[in-house]
């Protein structure tokens, strides 16, 4: 799940949280980042923040299942 929203200093903010399933079917949730966008929010910066946070956990991206957010085009895309 992916949510950005934008402080009290103007600078956004995107939290990224995982969930996962263990072995034993244990689900698992966790904050796994809260990451500051000085710059933009493009849909490249979110890509970027997503990916290198997962990197952090030594996850690929090819695993995970599904996405969750606002329905934001800049987190989704947006098709006309």
Known sequence: MIDESIDS????????FIRGIGAQYNITEEMASLVS?????KSRDLYV???NTLNRFSLSIWNLSGITT??????????D
């Open 9 to 16: 200093t103007d600078t956004a903010q995107l939290a990224i």
């Open 37 to 41: 966008l000085k710059d933009t929010t």
């Open 49 to 51: 923040a997503v990916k």
């Open 70 to 79: 606002d329905g934001a085009p800049a987190m989704v895309g947006k098709k």
